[in-house]
């Protein structure tokens, strides 16, 4: 299947710092690319979808100033946290789809720490 | 999407069959089965799909009943390896949409 990486793979910051995660399509063009967020024993859950070229639809609840996307190419699209606090302390996952395929991807995700 | 009920959890001995059940009363026509699993800490991991017809892959099998309403994932010979969460999944086909994970089951193989 295809690959999709994340980078970095943890990531610890002090709090009020501004933290950025990569997420890659290393062997296809990524047309959608999805954000999600898992807290400690809770499922997947979906903070945004970005389309390349457009801006992202963020989820009810999902500050879009705090949690910048940005995904300007088939295979590139980060996540930036700005200003984190300790409760946005969780693992951040995207995938990724192509434009005509059913099938999503998954990065292997990003685990955040801020203290 | 239509909802999914799935056990919290599950226990099965290593090189047996794993057996995890799916209800997906409100499944539409146009809606296909899809499972993923999780491990600890790691991204999601694509397993299978189906629509109605049983399906087969190197990893796993997937019954769907006649009604659609429910459906159960196979492990034939399950391995330590294999102890995750398992989410079902029911999304229309060609959706562009996310996948809307629920709590899924969490799967121990055990020695």
């Known amino acids: 299947g295809a690959v999709v990486s994340q980078h970095p793979s943890w990531v610890i910051c002090k709090s009020g710092t501004s933290v950025k995660i990569e997420c890659r399509s290393l062997?296809?063009?990524?047309?959608?690319m999805f954000w999600y967020r898992q807290f400690p024993k809770q499922s997947l859950m979906l903070m945004a979808t970005?389309?390349?070229?457009?801006?992202?639809?963020?989820e009810q609840g999902v500050e879009k100033d705090k949690f910048l996307i940005n995904h300007a190419s088939l295979t590139l699209s980060t996540l930036t946290v700005t200003s984190a606090h300790p409760e946005d302390s969780s693992f951040y996952i995207c995938?990724?789809?192509?434009?005509?395929?059913?099938?999503?991807?998954f990065g292997p995700g990003t685990r955040l720490t801020v203290l | 999407d239509a909802k999914t009920t799935q056990p919290p959890s599950m226990d099965c001995a290593e090189g047996r069959a794993a057996n995890l059940p799916c209800n997906h009363s409100?499944?539409?026509?146009?809606?296909?089965v899809y499972w993923y699993r999780q491990i600890h800490s790691q991204g999601p991991q694509y397993i299978i799909h189906?629509?109605?017809n049983n399906e087969t892959n190197e990893m796993a099998s997937l019954i769907i009943t006649e009604d659609r309403k429910s459906s159960t994932l196979i492990l034939p010979h399950a391995t330590l390896r294999d102890t995750a969460v398992y989410y079902c999944i029911v999304r229309p086909s060609g959706s562009a949409r996310q996948l809307t994970f629920g709590s899924g089951t969490q799967l121990t193989v055990l020695p």
């Open positions: 409100t499944i539409s026509g146009n809606e296909y």
């Open positions: 995938s990724a789809r192509t434009s005509g395929e059913d099938e999503q991807f």
């Open positions: 970005s389309n390349e070229g457009s801006k992202a639809t963020y």
């Open positions: 062997d296809f063009q990524a047309t959608t």
């Open positions: 189906g629509l109605k």
